[in-house]
């Protein structure tokens, strides 16, 4: 069963949750969910991140197909939403980063409560 945490939430933008037990993430965005193994959801950041150098082009025309891992489906993307996407992933990234160094630090010390 699934535990998860909240890495980014933003009732206008969307949210990024991250399962504890399968270790995916979850982004809502838009009209969008998507659900991506941890690589899955660093490479899909990344390609996004090199959609950015282009993304000025078309702010709000959406001309950006970005594929996904199924099938079939591509998401269809402004240049203006590529960068609140990108903005709201790296923030999730960073909360991701930052909470599993401070589990390391927990584990470290001994410290399984987590407190």
Not at 25 to 36: A, D, R, S, V
Request: hydrophobic share 35%.
């Amino acid at each position: 069963m699934c535990t998860y945490q909240t890495l980014y939430h933003n009732a206008r933008e969307g949210y990024v949750i991250h399962c504890r037990q399968c270790n995916h993430l979850q982004t809502g965005f838009g009209n969008i969910c998507i659900t991506l193994s941890r690589q899955g959801f660093l490479s899909f950041l990344q390609y996004l991140r090199e959609c950015l150098t282009i993304a000025d082009k078309d702010l709000d025309v959406k001309t950006f197909r970005i594929p996904t891992p199924y099938d079939g489906m591509h998401l269809l993307l402004t240049g203006g939403e590529i960068k609140r996407l990108v903005s709201m992933l790296d923030e999730a990234e960073t909360e991701w980063r930052s909470l599993a160094l401070l589990e390391l630090f927990r584990q470290g010390t001994g410290d399984e409560r987590g407190e």
